[in-house]
């Protein structure tokens, strides 16, 4: 037992010294949105998906819908969204919006600057991550999703 305890010790002592510091105080989460909805899985398993999207000046998402809520989160500069009959809004750095399910969508960078977007997406497991829109009665499934 003590030879185990000769041995563990070395390992202990480095993985300690790899720890990171931890007496400089507890993160403390910050709300950046909240927001009562409906629609969301109610399967006995979700899918979680994080997807990016980078939209230089002048580019869209195109028309379209996702199957469930969808949370967007700007990292750097302007993303301007139309969600069914409402005006636009845009979004700066930091912002926070929630798609609704099943409303025709359309986001885009209206500004000069590159944009950087981060979705979050809580879906039945293998649903379509969006499905354009052609027209408001034809939905077309993204094929890539």
């Known amino acids: ?8 010790l070395p390992v202990l002592a480095l993985a300690c010294a790899h720890r990171p510091n931890v007496t400089a105080g ?5 709300l ?3 927001d009562l909805l409906q629609g969301m ?11 990016t999207g980078v939209l230089q000046p002048g ?4 028309d379209h819908t996702h199957r469930f809520p969808l949370a967007v989160y700007v990292v750097e ?18 912002e926070v919006a929630v798609e609704p399910p099943n409303v025709r969508v359309v986001g885009y960078n209206a500004g000069s600057t590159v944009t950087r977007i981060i979705d979050f997406y809580v879906s ?4 379509p991550f969006v499905d354009y829109v052609s027209d408001p009665d034809t939905p077309v499934v993204d094929p890539a999703q």
């Open 1 to 8: 037992m003590s030879r185990l305890l000769l041995l563990a």
């Open 26 to 30: 507890t993160a403390k989460p910050i």
């Open 32 to 34: 950046l949105h909240r």
């Open 41 to 51: 899985p109610t399967g006995p398993l979700q899918e979680v998906r994080v997807v």
């Open 59 to 62: 580019v869209t998402t195109g």
């Open 77 to 94: 500069g302007e993303f301007t969204l139309e969600v069914g009959d409402a005006n636009p809004v845009t979004l700066k750095a930091g």
């Open 124 to 127: 039945d497991p293998d649903t």
